[in-house]
């Protein structure tokens, strides 16, 4: 391999030969005996065409022999993952000098044709959501058996919208109305509150509420520019409430709605944030009766105790809306109350279903595929059983615990750790652990029961997704929960890797499987190098180390344009190089020969895989930069790829990683 050639192609065979060519003419002077020296014989072409038939035959069998002489050979370096080599040749442009630009190299073609790239939603997916067997030869699981369940059920009426609000309606008032005497202020509050934040709908008065800043806000959410079309949910709703209370007519709760947009348009629309501590009489007096805001909270499993403020936008508005409710006392305001909030949530929650309904039966199936991220911790958990499994687990605490060392090492290695932070900094290292959604208190949320109807499915999904979010934010409490890509960290206690990037990880591959190190191994290392440089408590020494770190690889570019975030080409950087040391294979450099076509090395296949997995789906140029530069400051790529010393990827600059030789 010469220069900056050096690129995964097929091994072609060459064009004829001198050699060649003077083999051919003794065959040919061969036939030419044969035919002469036997002139009786009566088909001298046939005779020469046979001994040729014989030659190519004795010659593909010694060809064969030394083919797999050779994939034996091949067998013995142990390469790493010969099927994904297959799947990345058809990305990498041939055209371009991995040298020159190794970002366009990787990944032109991806961005070119982003059907290259393969979905989350695959053809597996998309099986065990019909079949509920989240694994082969797995049997049907909880997850596996709701999640089949909501699917059927939203096939069988998505078509229809009607039927869609009519089971909407039907399951969002059993969640109102609990058939009691009167439905006033505190049933109203109790109601918008569980549709808000339980069921993440919409609701007139939306509230929310931030457990890890004990906050809540509450605000109008009025439509008032409706159509005829618009109040097309009535009917399916007070169908649902007429079997319980018959007590009101459509023209009746268009006409209520009609004056609360007239009312509010005479509210004040002011902003005040109460404190509880010292204002919930003023809150009282001003909002909401505080006596049914702590219903409401409690009836979502949370206690008014725990919430420091709350931010009211527009006092006016929604102190009308409570002294219109406060003030039912008969069947008839009951209903009409009831059926103007279901109908709204009804309403504008529809909208949001049929966003991508075109009325074709393609799109049933898009719908009802896409209607998952309604119910997006559902869809999670769903993903985890799919592509999660205990010997994953191992493979990444393996994964990891290599990972951390070798972060740990390098910030030894480049001096980034002031000596007074050096207990702190083993401490952080030695603490850090990686964890499964099996090890977190979300994992013991029950999967709920599936019904035959698409409206109960879907709330009970998403009481199911508020349940682990809760538990999940209760263990967020006594720390920061913050995120890097797809992995989710809580200050220096642990991080866990999203389900998704599961599906990439292969179980018990080895310590040199470099399908596993090219992305998750990266991922980590990056993560980690996030955290030391914006999260980790470090004194001021450390932190002037680390700048001054940090700022060798913005002074040291190549190029006059800087990129739009220095920290993302430290942390790329860093974490590659990390990867690097945290891997074992002694045949980095050499080539051998994958499948049937390709040379490659290892080292040349581990850049390759770990561009592959951040190319873009669009031309970003931030990536392609941060992409290209990174492999500058490492040596190793410019060997792996024999780059010229003429070549940016082989210019030694003053902050340049020197990959370490591997234990």
Not at 473 to 487: D, E
Not at 492 to 515: C, F, M, P, T
């Amino acid at each position: 391999m010469n220069g900056s050639a050096v690129m995964l192609e097929p091994r072609q065979e060459s064009r004829t030969s001198p050699h060649q060519t003077t083999r051919l003419a003794r065959a040919a002077a061969f036939c030419s005996s044969l035919t002469s020296k036997y002139p009786w014989h009566s088909f001298p072409i046939l005779t020469c065409g046979l001994t040729l038939v014989v030659a190519f035959i004795v010659g593909a069998v010694y060809v064969t022999y030394l083919f797999e002489q050779r994939m034996q050979d091949t067998g013995a370096t142990h390469f790493c993952c010969p099927n994904e080599v297959e799947q990345v040749f058809w990305y990498v442009n041939r055209s371009v000098i991995p040298c020159k630009d190794f970002f366009s190299y990787v990944c032109s073609n991806v961005i070119s044709d982003a059907s290259l790239v393969p979905e989350d939603r695959s053809l597996h997916s998309w099986r065990a959501l019909i079949t509920g067997h989240t694994a082969a030869g797995a049997g049907r699981t909880d997850i596996g058996r709701f999640v089949t369940a909501y699917y059927k059920s939203c096939m069988a009426i998505a078509a229809h919208k009607p039927s869609f609000m009519r089971s909407l309606a039907s399951a969002l008032v059993k969640v109102a109305w609990k058939e009691a005497s009167v439905f006033k202020s505190k049933e109203a509050f109790t109601y918008m509150t569980t549709a808000s934040v339980v069921y993440r709908l919409p609701s007139v008065v939306y509230i929310s509420f931030d457990v890890l800043k004990q906050a809540m806000s509450v605000k109008v959410n009025l439509v008032c520019n409706m159509g005829t079309q618009d109040f097309d949910a009535l009917a399916p709703v007070l169908d649902a409430l007429s079997r319980t209370l018959n007590a009101t007519t459509e023209e009746a709760v268009r006409r209520y709605a009609l004056a609360f947009c007239s009312d509010l348009s005479a509210a004040g629309r002011t902003r005040k944030r109460y404190a509880m501590a010292n204002e919930s009489a003023v809150f009282d007096r001003e909002v909401w009766n505080i006596d049914d805001v702590r219903a409401g909270l409690e009836g979502c499993g949370f206690s008014l105790r725990n919430v420091t403020s709350v931010d009211v936008q527009g006092v006016g508005e929604v102190r009308t809306f409570y002294s219109a409710f406060a003030a039912n006392e008969d069947s008839e305001a009951t209903a009409k109350t009831i059926a103007y909030l279901v109908w709204y949530s009804v309403f504008l929650g529809s909208g949001g279903f049929y966003r991508s309904f075109d009325g074709s039966a393609p799109s049933v199936f898009r719908v009802c595929m896409a209607s998952l991220r309604f119910i997006s911790e559902i869809q999670s958990a769903f993903s985890a059983a799919q592509f999660m499994s205990p010997e994953k687990d191992v493979e990444a605490r393996k994964i990891f615990a290599r990972v951390r060392n070798s972060v740990y090492a390098d910030c030894q290695h480049y001096s980034l750790i002031d000596s007074e932070d050096s207990a702190a900094c083993e401490s952080f290292f030695k603490n850090m652990q990686i964890v499964s959604s099996a090890d977190l208190a979300e994992s013991l949320v029950p999967i709920p029961n599936a019904t035959d109807t698409f409206g109960e499915n879907l709330l009970r999904g998403r009481a199911y997704g508020f349940e682990v979010v809760k538990r999940r934010h209760s263990s967020y409490v006594s720390g920061k929960m913050s995120r890097y890509g797809y992995v989710d960290f809580s200050g220096d206690k642990w991080l866990q890797l999203s389900s998704i990037v599961y599906k990439y990880l292969s179980a018990s591959s080895g310590e040199h499987n470099l399908r596993n190190y090219a992305f998750v191994g990266r991922l980590l290392a990056e993560t980690l190098w996030y955290m030391v440089f914006t999260h980790a408590n470090w004194s001021t020494r450390t932190l002037d180390k680390i700048g001054i770190f940090r700022r060798c690889f913005v002074s040291n570019h190549p190029s006059s344009n800087l990129p739009a975030a220095p920290i993302a080409l430290t942390i790329a950087t860093m974490g590659l190089a990390s990867t690097l040391h945290a891997l074992n294979v002694s045949d980095w450099y050499d080539p051998v020969v994958v499948g049937s076509m390709w040379r490659v090395s290892h080292a040349q296949f581990f850049y390759i895989l770990t561009t592959y997995h951040k190319c873009p789906t669009k031309w970003d140029s931030r990536i392609a930069q941060t992409t290209n530069v990174s492999l500058q400051y490492l040596d190793d790529f410019a060997n792996a790829f024999h780059c010229p010393k003429t070549d940016a990827f082989a210019k030694i600059r003053q902050c340049v990683l020197e990959v370490r030789r591997r234990r």
